[in-house]
């Protein structure tokens, strides 16, 4: 039982041991930091001074004032992540700054990045200020973060880290690019020792691209929510309607250049059951023979089924036409007479799905 109880001593003195270790040192000795610098070696005047050798000679140009030891921040030191889309950093910079490239073209660049900001600081719940007129330096109140020890009414406040950035934007001459750059302008922290108002540089640098890279994921995620809002804004967004061609005659119309629908309606004869037979390029004419497609019991099984258009089989004429950027689809039968309004609305649904290529564009 005794032995059962010393190991549980040893287990306890390593816990504790391990909290606390300062991971922004070394681990180890540091008997080299107490070393003294050997004397040089005294040349009677009498004798040659022998060769010295300067491959790794060090000139006494350096910080003397630096940490030495236990006191040396062996952190890595904090990188910017252009995460979001189009973001990048320059070659060697060691700023905390990112560049944003144009990504969507109906939306303004900096104010988009600007909106991200305010919404990461919204998020914060940390107030944002504008400090020029121009719209390109802002700076944020009092970012504050407490250390708390106890349990509810014993809780005692050990350190508290009060923080204010300042972000400066710059825009190229086209507008197509903005850099955004993060600065930390003020530093308070206050605990048992006393009050400071001194940061160290690598803690300094650190923050700034912690501050940057949460601006850089707030960019990124509103790129992802206006792609998911294009995404069902196009799902739901009717491409083709009934309407009438350039001769008063019923016929579809999509929301599709006619160049590119042209070029891409092979894809749907092929999907639907048409078979091309012949076509006019020069006006926009394809001529088809359509049978219906066979749904067999092993297709639907297999999932190869397609929707069958309700029309006779026979040979038809698709006419396509520009409307004014938009493209009127119109259909004839084999005599040269154009289908009328009810066939249309009713094999609508089959067509409106089809002529949309939404798979394709």
């Given at each position: 039982?005794?032995r059962r109880i ?10 504790t ?19 003294q ?17 300067k ?11 630096g940490?030495?030891g236990g ?34 073209e109906e ?27 121009e ?10 973060s ?6 509810w009414w014993?809780?005692t ?57 949460q ?31 350039i001769?008063?005659?019923p016929?579809?119309?999509?929301e599709?250049?006619?160049?590119l ?5 092979p ?34 099984l297999?999932g ?7 029309v ?7 006419v ?31 067509m409106?799905?089809?002529l ?6």
């Amino acid at each position: 039982m005794n032995r059962r109880i010393f190991y549980f001593s040893l287990l306890s003195l390593a816990i504790t041991g391990c909290g606390n270790i300062n991971n922004k040192t070394a681990i180890g000795d540091f008997e080299y930091a107490k070393q003294q610098e050997a004397q040089k070696i005294v040349i009677p005047e009498n004798l040659n001074k022998p060769k010295e050798a300067k491959d790794f000679f060090i000139t006494n140009d350096i910080n003397h004032q630096g940490p030495i030891g236990g006191k040396v921040d062996v952190r890595a030191p904090s990188l910017v992540l252009p995460v979001a889309s189009a973001s990048r950093i320059e070659p060697g910079t060691k700023n905390a700054k990112v560049w944003f490239d144009q990504v969507l073209e109906e939306n303004d660049l900096n104010a988009f990045v600007h909106d991200a900001l305010k919404e990461q600081l919204a998020n914060d719940d940390v107030i944002l200020n504008s400090i020029d007129s121009e719209g390109k330096v802002f700076e944020s109140e009092w970012y504050i973060s407490e250390e708390i020890s106890g349990y509810w009414w014993f809780e005692t406040v050990d350190n508290t880290e009060s923080l204010r950035f300042r972000y400066i934007f710059e825009t190229k001459a086209h507008g197509r690019s903005v850099a955004l750059t993060v600065e930390l302008i003020d530093f308070e922290e206050t605990n048992k020792a006393g009050t400071s108002k001194t940061m160290d540089i690598i803690d300094k640098q650190r923050a700034e691209m912690a501050m940057l890279n949460q601006i850089v994921s707030q960019v990124d995620y509103k790129y992802r929510l206006k792609k998911r809002e294009n995404r069902i804004m196009r799902a739901k967004q009717k491409f083709v309607t009934i309407g009438e061609n350039i001769e008063s005659e019923p016929a579809y119309i999509a929301e599709i250049d006619v160049e590119l629908l042209w070029s891409n309606m092979p894809l749907f004869f092929a999907d639907y059951g048409f078979e091309i037979t012949d076509l006019n390029e020069s006006d926009k004419i394809y001529f088809v023979d359509f049978v219906k497609p066979d749904n067999s019991l092993w297709a639907v099984l297999w999932g190869d089924d397609v929707p069958v258009i309700d029309v006779d089989d026979a040979e038809y004429q698709f006419v396509l036409a520009d409307l004014d950027g938009k493209t009127s689809i119109t259909i004839y039968d084999g005599r040269g007479n154009v289908l009328p309004i009810e066939t249309l609305e009713r094999i609508f649904p089959i067509m409106e799905t089809g002529l949309s290529f939404k798979d394709v564009f």
